[in-house]
Every structure is written in C-alpha cells, then in structure tokens.
C-alpha cells in the first residue's frame, strides 16, 4: 500500500534480545517512551471526566483550545486565536494524516527527520524532498515543508533567523510551513522558538501550522494528546474534514490535557528529571568514545564513534544497551546513533556503569 517502507524497528529485534540477555537486563534507550508517572492532577481530570456518554467535540471544548492558547502564549511568547487550536489524537496521527488531508503533491522535510514525515507524504501518493537547504530547490513547485525543531533525531535547534528564511520562502511560493515542535520546552544549550513567534513569522500566522503534543511534557504518551495551532483559515479547513473523518479526541482525554497545559509545575519537575540523566549518561558515552553531535535540545543524544551506525548498535547491544541507528532517520544518519534519556533513574545509573 502507498509504497510504504517496512517498519524500521523490526530490525531492532535480534539486537534486543541480545541486550535483554545482559545478567542485569536491558537498558531501553532507543524509543523515546515516557516512564514516569502520570502527574496526579491530569490523572485526576482523567477520571473526573470518565462519565462521557456523548460524543466528543471534534473542535475540543472551549475550555481546552483556551487551556492550549493559554500555554502557548505564557511559555512561548504566541499569541493565537483560540479558534485557531485544533486538538489531535497525539501528533503522530496528524504529521501522517497532514499531507492527505491537505492534498499536498510535493511534501519537504529535513535530511534528518522523523521517519512519519516521509510515510505521511508516501499515504497521500506526494512527491518527496528531503533537504535542509530549501533554496537549492530553486522554483520548484512545494504544496509542504515540515520543520522539526527541536529536531528528532538530532536536538538541533533552528534559530528564528533560520526559521523566517524558512517561512518567507514558503510564502513566495504558495506553500504551507508545519512546525513540529513536539519537544519545545525541553531546551538545554539553546533556547527553541516557535514558527508562530512574531520574531520569526512577523505577527501572521497565514500559511502556518504548529504542532504540540503533551507525551513528552506531561507524561502522556498513552493518552494520544496533541494539538495543532496557527492559520485559522487552514485550521478551519482541517477541522471541516476532521469532522467527516471522525478524527476526535475522546472527551475524558480533553478534560486531562485541559488541566495539563494549565499546569506548569509538574512540567518543569519532569524537566528537571530528564536534566538529571543527561547530566550522567551524556559525560559517561564521551568518555566511552562518543562524540555528541547537537543534542542542544529534546530528549535524545546525537553520538558518533565514527562508525557504521549498526556497528555501533551491535556494540551497545553487548553490554545489554539498546539504541537506535541513524539510518532510521536518513541516509546522512548511517554513522549516527540516537540515544534516548527517557529510561529511569536506575535504568540511566546501570548504562553509565556499564559504559565505564
């Protein structure tokens, strides 16, 4: 179907199975999954609304696309209109869907990139560019361009200069500009910004789309909570074939992602957490022979022994460390490897003692 690539992490497999015989047992760090709790306020708006006979609102509550334009415009310096928020049933599901939805027919996005902006663009029967220099495309006719930044795999940060350049072209041409910008409050070295800064898009959201997504920030991958916000017209426009898709995210998973981005407190302690394992696991792979390439920002480390990227999987894997290989994420990965810091304290403290 669609000529869709066969699913990357099947190929992870016997690399596991040999980490999971390690005598103290594996060390996950090649998915970025959550693994600490919930918080208990978001648990609590959960089961308050577990009583929702009804449909959901496709459009979400008032109160919800308030609670997200409210986030934005405290901790990232965007003012939106509330009409302007469209909840989504995680991010994942929306940069797979964006293209078909927007029958897009050339779709870009970075050279190193999230494997989902390329299966999206092959579902919709698009044409696709990965490139970072947009102005080496010349004239080339783009319905498309997602950016990701804070980058997975790489934590790049893109700079507003960078960014404006980015949404100028766009605009010269016709073309839509996706942010994804699922990892934004997890800054370290640089300070990431949002496509719908006045500083990078000029007070005009025409033409935009930012995407959040609350998985890594509160915890809540499993509740498939995320939002896109930016041009009301487009989100407008979504909105209409969202309805006829019934693409809605149920009610009692609003009313948790409302007290969510309500709630700045429990973010920045689950902030704090992954701070901490950085600070021990990134100084223990450079000591081991890793050199880390960005990873200024988001949740993983960008590492290169300057070898093949499964060379270096296979090696992890023998001291019970799984990992993922750059070549997921792009040809120019096949030297790389990203490493997640999502595992637990305990599991971060067993991969350091074995890195030593």
């Known amino acids: 179907m669609h000529n869709l690539p066969d699913f990357p992490w099947?190929?992870?497999?016997?690399?596991?199975?040999?980490?999971?015989?390690?005598?103290?047992?594996?060390?996950?760090?090649?998915?970025?999954?959550?693994?600490?709790?919930?918080?208990?306020i978001v648990q609590e708006a959960l089961a308050g609304a577990a009583d929702s006979p009804g449909y959901p609102l496709t459009y979400g509550t008032a109160e919800l696309r308030a609670s997200a334009a409210g986030w934005l415009r405290r901790r990232h310096g965007v003012t939106v209109d509330e009409r302007a928020v469209l909840p989504l049933i995680g991010s994942k599901e929306f940069v797979a869907w964006l293209p078909t939805l927007l029958g897009a027919k050339q779709v870009?996005?970075?050279e190193l990139a999230y494997p989902t902006y390329d299966v999206g663009a092959r579902m919709a029967g698009a044409e696709t560019v990965a490139a970072d220099g947009l102005l080496t495309l010349g004239p080339a006719r783009v319905?498309?361009?997602?950016?990701?930044?804070?980058?997975?795999?790489?934590?790049?940060?893109?700079?507003?200069?960078?960014?404006?350049?980015?949404?100028?072209?766009?605009?010269?041409?016709?073309?839509?500009?996706?942010?994804?910008?699922?990892?934004?409050?997890?800054?370290?070295?640089?300070?990431?910004?949002?496509?719908?800064?006045?500083?990078?898009?000029?007070?005009?959201?025409?033409?935009?789309?930012?995407?959040?997504?609350?998985?890594?920030?509160?915890?809540?991958?499993?509740?498939?909570?995320?939002?896109?916000?930016?041009?009301l017209a487009l989100v407008a426009r979504l909105l209409e074939i969202r309805k006829h898709a019934g693409m809605i995210m149920p009610q009692p998973v609003q009313a948790a992602m409302t007290v969510a981005l309500g709630d700045d407190a429990h973010a920045d302690a689950q902030r704090e957490l992954y701070a901490a394992r950085r600070e021990v696991l990134r100084p223990a792979l450079e000591k081991a022979g890793w050199r880390i390439d960005h990873s200024t920002a988001g949740l993983y480390l960008w590492a290169s022994d300057g070898g093949d990227c499964w060379d270096q999987v296979r090696r992890l894997s023998e001291i019970g460390i799984l990992v993922a290989p750059g070549e997921f994420y792009g040809f120019a990965g096949r030297s790389h490897i990203r490493i997640a810091v999502t595992a637990t304290d305990e599991r971060i403290g067993a991969a350091v003692r074995r890195l030593q």
Request: net charge negative; with cysteine.
């Open 10 to 40: 099947d190929r992870l497999v016997p690399y596991k199975e040999r980490a999971q015989a390690h005598p103290d047992g594996i060390v996950d760090l090649s998915v970025g999954t959550p693994v600490d709790p919930v918080p208990r």
């Open 108 to 110: 870009v996005f970075p």
């Open 143 to 231: 319905d498309l361009v997602w950016v990701n930044s804070p980058s997975n795999p790489t934590g790049k940060v893109l700079p507003a200069d960078h960014l404006r350049k980015v949404v100028s072209w766009a605009r010269e041409r016709g073309a839509i500009v996706a942010s994804d910008e699922c990892y934004i409050e997890l800054g370290w070295e640089e300070e990431p910004i949002s496509i719908l800064h006045p500083d990078v898009c000029g007070g005009s959201h025409e033409g935009l789309l930012a995407v959040h997504s609350l998985s890594k920030r509160s915890n809540l991958a499993g509740y498939r909570a995320g939002f896109v916000a930016g041009d």
